[in-house]
């Protein structure tokens, strides 16, 4: 069984900073592409950014130049810095990954999700 666990939601200012955390842990063999993707209230879930294993990133024209993905391979955990945080940004912030474990086939993983609120 592998599971995703996110953490470091939670309430910010306007122009303040978030840092989001990912953790994958189970039988993992490897991990290959890792995202962020959230979902706004009456929104559609949205990717957010994305990285690979090999360390390309991606990202959302909305948050481009303010949030930064980032992985930590030793400990299977993805990151997303979020700055100079906006109201719109408002969401509930969900992790996925490609694992291949050592009893199954490369599957999507996603993890449960962290709310994140800007608001003054």
């Known amino acids: 069984q592998v599971q995703l666990v996110e953490s470091g939601g939670g309430l910010a200012q306007p122009g303040g900073s978030l840092r989001l955390s990912c953790a994958a842990s189970?039988?993992?063999?490897?991990?290959?592409?890792m995202g962020w993707y959230r979902q706004g209230p009456g929104k559609q879930r949205e990717l957010v950014a994305a990285?690979?294993?090999?360390?390309?990133?991606n990202y959302a024209d909305s948050v481009k130049g303010r949030f930064t993905i980032s992985r930590d391979t030793a400990k299977n955990t993805l990151y997303l810095q979020m700055n100079s945080l906006k109201p719109e940004d408002t969401a509930v912030y969900y992790c996925?990954?490609?694992?291949?474990?050592?009893?199954?086939?490369?599957?999507?993983?996603w993890g449960q999700g962290t709310q994140v609120t800007v608001s003054s």
């Open positions: 996925n990954a490609d694992i291949l474990t050592v009893v199954t086939d490369t599957s999507r993983v």
């Open positions: 189970g039988s993992i063999f490897n991990i290959y592409a």
């Open positions: 990285i690979t294993n090999y360390g390309s990133t």
